[in-house]
């Protein structure tokens, strides 16, 4: 059975990358009617930052750990689970002054453990969650597409390429909807605007 996790990282219910996973949810279980749906909202359930403990606990072998260690990073673990048990994942990411939600980067520094989703060798790092496909749906406010005057701004979806990449999910997609400032302003009509991303995201999900 295939599974999808499902991350939503905007404060707002309302937002445009909200509705950009929404779609792709609704278009993915279509084509996997026997498909199965984590659901993670970063907003509602907000990752704690690591610190020191927690550095010292995930770096304490297992058979060595504290009760008190593990239950540092049992949160840590429950999210590895899932990243584990799906097959595929969508994020849906609000840019926030040029780069990810702080909720989503607060995510990644609890599911980025060495010996858990990455490891050093002799050859380097290597990424432990291959095999796996990822779809990006990125909304920012201003336009920062490639050959756009803003391009040199977007730390967006290279950091989170980059991040997937050493993880080991290098069969990334990314569908953006720059400019959704215009819909807050009401300059651009919001189903409008919609309709060509709606459309990219349904093919990305398909």
């Known amino acids: 059975m295939p599974t999808l996790l499902h991350i939503d990282s905007s404060p707002l219910e309302s937002s445009i990358s909200r509705e950009l996973t929404r779609e792709f949810v609704k ?5 996997h009617p026997d498909g199965a749906v984590i659901y993670r909202d970063l907003s509602l359930h907000t990752p ?3 610190d020191a403990a927690w550095i010292g606990a995930s770096y304490t ?10 239950a540092l990073l049992a949160p840590s673990e429950e999210l590895i689970g899932e990243l584990e048990k799906a097959d595929e994942y969508v ?6 002054n040029f780069s990810i939600p702080s909720t989503l980067r607060l995510w990644i520094d609890q599911i980025a453990r060495a010996g858990r989703t990455f490891s050093y060798g002799a050859a380097g790092p290597k990424g432990l969650l291959e095999g796996k496909k990822a779809t990006l749906l990125v909304a920012s406010g201003g336009v920062y597409e490639a050959g756009t005057p803003m391009e040199a701004y977007n730390f967006t979806d290279p950091y989170l390429k980059t991040v997937l990449g050493f ?10 909807a720059g400019g959704a400032a215009q819909v807050a302003m009401g300059a651009v009509d919001r189903d409008t605007f919609l309709k060509p991303k709606l459309e ?7």
């Open 27 to 31: 278009t993915w279980k279509a084509a």
């Open 48 to 50: 704690k930052a690591i």
């Open 61 to 70: 072998p297992v058979d060595a750990r504290t009760p008190e260690q593990t």
């Open 91 to 96: 994020f849906g990411v609000a840019m926030h």
């Open 167 to 176: 993880l080991g999910v290098t069969d990334v997609t990314i569908v953006t």
């Open 200 to 206: 990219q995201v349904r093919s990305a999900a398909a």
